[in-house]
């Protein structure tokens, strides 16, 4: 198999000079939007726009511009992935609530490694063709995350939700700024929600959490306020809901996002219409359940 490299448009962005364009020159652009691939091209890049894309035949490498040889190389967008964690390093220790190994390495010394390598992971997501990134929910300190992203120049684009408004509580998350913040009632969702809007949140995020002690119908009247407060406040609500009534509870309610797909029951088509009909955004995260069922 021949190798193959993406040359970021976003990331060629992030890092281009305001005073010179730049020309990405011979690769090949492969334009998702509509399927159509245009073979030695020329994309020229002028301060923080794309301002050209055609085959050289077309249009010649303007001159001037800082070249940039992308020969047998392919030219895309950047990709966006919708459903991260920032809190969450993705290692063995990262979740103490799943398995506690406080034992071996401390939750605490965990956060504490993943504060002080964020410009890492942030070069690391560039380094694979992510330019963007949505957080869908952890402690406060989520939004210096995205201050920090927006000031660091190798960095991708960053969206973040602030603690999960959920029926249930995380305790060995909580080391003072917990990731998941327990809501009794419709009147404690909405100041909660009115905190979130200060720091000017992309989303807010609800944990619908069901079990033999939370029915679907119990934390509704909870969901329903988030909701209503949050989009008084023109942020939108995104939500975990792995369980088909739990979902379509969630959408009915007004969510604007569903952030893993379900997987206790196969849909049916009347959830399907649902989704439809409201424009709810379905992100179906297909690897995760898998790796965690692997790890813990």
């Given at each position: 198999m021949n190798r193959i490299t993406a040359f970021l448009i976003g990331a060629a962005l992030a890092t281009s000079a305001l005073a010179q364009k730049i020309s990405l020159v011979g690769g090949t652009v492969i334009n998702p939007a509509d399927g159509k691939m245009v073979q030695n091209a020329v994309v020229v890049i002028n301060g923080d726009k794309i301002e050209s894309v055609a085959s050289r035949k077309e249009s010649g490498v303007p001159v001037g511009s800082r070249w940039v040889e992308c020969d047998g190389k392919f030219i895309l967008p950047g990709y966006i992935d919708t459903h991260v964690h920032f809190f969450q390093s993705g290692d063995l220790f990262t979740r103490p609530d799943g398995a506690d190994l406080n034992s071996v390495?401390?939750?605490?010394?965990?956060?504490?490694?993943?504060?002080?390598?964020?410009?890492?992971?942030?070069?690391?997501?560039l380094r694979c063709g992510i330019t963007s990134v949505v957080d869908v929910g952890g402690p406060m300190w989520n939004f210096e995350v995205r201050k920090t992203a927006d000031s660091t120049a190798k960095a991708p684009r960053v969206a973040v939700a602030g603690p999960l408004i959920s029926s249930v509580s995380r305790e060995k998350l909580d080391l003072g700024d917990p990731p998941i913040v327990k809501i009794d009632t419709p009147d404690q969702a909405r100041e909660f929600v009115r905190k979130l809007a200060t720091q000017k949140p992309d989303l807010v995020k609800i944990w619908?959490?069901?079990?033999?002690?939370?029915?679907?119908?119990?934390?509704?009247?909870?969901?329903?306020?988030?909701?209503?407060?949050?989009?008084a406040h023109k942020i939108r609500v995104a939500v975990h809901a792995t369980e088909l009534e739990t979902a379509r509870a969630a959408v009915e309610e007004g969510a604007d996002v569903l952030v893993h797909s379900v997987i206790d029951k196969p849909v049916d088509d009347t959830f399907v219409k649902l989704l439809k009909d409201r424009h709810t955004i379905l992100c179906p995260t297909l690897v995760v359940f898998e790796r965690y069922g692997r790890t813990f």
């Amino acid at each position: 198999m021949n190798r193959i490299t993406a040359f970021l448009i976003g990331a060629a962005l992030a890092t281009s000079a305001l005073a010179q364009k730049i020309s990405l020159v011979g690769g090949t652009v492969i334009n998702p939007a509509d399927g159509k691939m245009v073979q030695n091209a020329v994309v020229v890049i002028n301060g923080d726009k794309i301002e050209s894309v055609a085959s050289r035949k077309e249009s010649g490498v303007p001159v001037g511009s800082r070249w940039v040889e992308c020969d047998g190389k392919f030219i895309l967008p950047g990709y966006i992935d919708t459903h991260v964690h920032f809190f969450q390093s993705g290692d063995l220790f990262t979740r103490p609530d799943g398995a506690d190994l406080n034992s071996v390495r401390p939750y605490k010394d965990e956060v504490g490694w993943i504060k002080s390598h964020l410009a890492d992971t942030f070069a690391r997501y560039l380094r694979c063709g992510i330019t963007s990134v949505v957080d869908v929910g952890g402690p406060m300190w989520n939004f210096e995350v995205r201050k920090t992203a927006d000031s660091t120049a190798k960095a991708p684009r960053v969206a973040v939700a602030g603690p999960l408004i959920s029926s249930v509580s995380r305790e060995k998350l909580d080391l003072g700024d917990p990731p998941i913040v327990k809501i009794d009632t419709p009147d404690q969702a909405r100041e909660f929600v009115r905190k979130l809007a200060t720091q000017k949140p992309d989303l807010v995020k609800i944990w619908y959490i069901v079990d033999q002690d939370h029915p679907v119908d119990s934390f509704r009247p909870v969901a329903r306020a988030t909701i209503e407060e949050s989009h008084a406040h023109k942020i939108r609500v995104a939500v975990h809901a792995t369980e088909l009534e739990t979902a379509r509870a969630a959408v009915e309610e007004g969510a604007d996002v569903l952030v893993h797909s379900v997987i206790d029951k196969p849909v049916d088509d009347t959830f399907v219409k649902l989704l439809k009909d409201r424009h709810t955004i379905l992100c179906p995260t297909l690897v995760v359940f898998e790796r965690y069922g692997r790890t813990f």
